[in-house]
């Protein structure tokens, strides 16, 4: 069985950076689909970036600049390096994984993580 687990959040000022890891395992192909996925407070959950299995990555308009989806095919690890935060970028951070080793915008994730916590002050 597939699991993610986040780490990396915490509360820091606008400005700073924050670097979210997301740890898979249950799974030997790392040929897949993987993603970041935001919920601010009392709002739908949205697509932040993606990475396919070579390594194409997309961005939400909001983090274009600023975020860097990245992996880690050798430890099964996705990192999210957020840098330029704004108060804006507050909110539960999702790790989830596509069984496809093609990305579709945002759409199709199979498995998903706990979430952990964003806090951006200004």
């Known amino acids: 069985q597939v699991q993610l687990v986040e780490s990396g959040g915490g509360s820091v000022q606008a400005g700073g950076s924050l670097r979210l890891s997301c740890a898979a395992s249950g799974y030997a192909d790392s040929s897949y689909c993987m993603g970041w996925f935001r919920q601010a407070p009392g709002k739908e959950r949205e697509g932040v970036a993606t990475?396919?299995?070579?390594?194409?990555?997309n961005y939400a308009d909001s983090v274009k600049g600023r975020f860097t989806i990245s992996k880690d095919n050798a430890d099964n690890i996705l990192y999210l390096q957020m840098n330029s935060l704004k108060p804006e970028d507050t909110g539960m951070y999702y790790c989830?994984?596509?069984?496809?080793?093609?990305?579709?915008?945002?759409?199709?994730?199979?498995?998903w993580g706990k979430g952990t916590l964003v806090t951006i002050s200004s």
């Open positions: 989830a994984a596509r069984f496809s080793n093609l990305c579709v915008a945002f759409a199709g994730m199979g498995v």
């Open positions: 990475i396919d299995s070579v390594g194409t990555t």
